[in-house]
């Protein structure tokens, strides 16, 4: 890490900046929580970035976390909790594990609160960014329109191109799978799908009525790309989707709904831009039907594997199908989808959704 760019964490609309300082490490502290080596600081002052009570024994602030996480506030045998309780002069209660409540600060002094709970919060943000990703915002590509068009793409393919090497049927996606993802999420409770519902009826309120007209978006799914840079070996081949009126009204929506949960720290950061693409070959579907991109590369306890994959030659595809028309739809909902879930139909299971008419 560089000393004059430091990594920034973003919580409650604040960014703080790790930095690393030597320090002895415990000998029963648990390799994970090794990572807290140093202080987190911000720019300003961050005494109003809480609500802190005042009590008659000094200060108080509580706050909600995913049972899930208690461990990594605790460490092993205690030792992370004991660690800030020590160095911030607090105490720390947290519910017992699978139970949901508030995790209580307190401390005779406002800014050892204060210090306790930044602390907590990077924590906290630090281990949630290496949990796989349990939902994805998205739009469903399954007008019968599409899937028809899909189907015949693959078995154009096939017919066409099943002796070029790594091609055949099993990693072609599932139709009533086909959908575009605006971004993924790690979503550990009830309470945070609720959150994330409440936040897209939000953006639907604030811009995306706007921009749609209370009205279906009318698009196109037409052309093939690939995701890497040789085309003789591809992993992930991907069909576009763009307005029919040549607009960017669709690209302006999901980059606005993007930055909005970015800066709410429902999602994390990694573009700017969405990549508007519905995936219609992955070499991953090979081993695994339920695969999910890029983003299968990690245990259920956030680990990370890597995952041997066998490329495909897609030049013949490419040169051959480079305009394919799947077909039209009318994009009318964004769906809060669940990960490895389908409904009676086919479809990724659907936590919550919003309507533009």
């Not at 799978?177 to 945070?192: A, D, F, N, Q, R």
Request: charged share 30%.
């Amino acid at each position: 890490m560089e000393v004059l760019r430091p990594q920034l964490v973003r919580i409650e609309g604040r960014n703080y900046r790790k930095n690393p300082i030597q320090e002895k490490t415990y000998q029963h502290e648990e390799e994970d929580e090794d990572f807290y080596r140093g202080t987190m600081e911000d720019t300003d002052e961050p005494c109003d970035a809480y609500d802190v009570e005042q009590t008659p024994q000094g200060f108080r602030t509580t706050m909600r976390a995913p049972s899930l996480l208690y461990k990594h506030i605790v460490g092993k045998r205690g030792d992370t909790r004991k660690k800030i309780e020590l160095e911030t002069k607090t105490s720390i209660s947290i519910p017992k594990p699978g139970q949901d409540g508030e995790i209580v600060i307190t401390g005779q002094y406002r800014n050892g609160v204060i210090s306790a709970r930044t602390r907590i919060d990077v924590l906290l943000d630090t281990f949630r960014r290496k949990q796989p990703f349990t939902h994805f915002l998205a739009f469903f590509l399954n007008e019968a329109e599409v899937q028809e068009g899909f189907l015949k793409f693959q078995e154009a393919v096939l017919e066409k191109c099943s002796k070029d090497h790594g091609v055949d049927s099993t990693i072609f996606q599932k139709p009533k799978k086909l959908h575009l993802t605006i971004g993924v999420l790690v979503l550990l409770s009830e309470e945070e799908i609720q959150q994330t519902c409440e936040m897209l009826q939000q953006c639907k309120e604030e811009f995306i009525n706007d921009i749609s007209g209370g009205k279906p978006l009318e698009v196109e799914m037409a052309g093939i790309e690939y995701m890497n840079d040789d085309p003789g070996m591809v992993d992930v081949l991907y069909a576009k989707v763009h307005m029919k009126d040549g607009s960017s009204r669709l690209q302006e929506l999901v980059d606005r709904v993007l930055e909005r949960f970015q800066a709410s720290g429902l999602m994390v950061k990694e573009w700017n831009s969405v990549k508007l693409h519905a995936t219609v070959m992955n070499t991953l579907f090979r081993k695994d039907p339920n695969a999910e991109g890029r983003y299968n590369v990690h245990t259920p306890d956030g680990k990370y594997i890597f995952k041997e994959r066998e490329s495909f030659d897609g030049r013949n595809i490419l040169k051959l199908f480079e305009n394919f028309y799947f077909g039209s739809l009318r994009l009318n909902s964004i769906h809060i989808s669940q990960r490895f879930t389908v409904d009676s139909f086919g479809n990724y299971a659907s936590c919550g959704q919003i309507d533009f008419s």
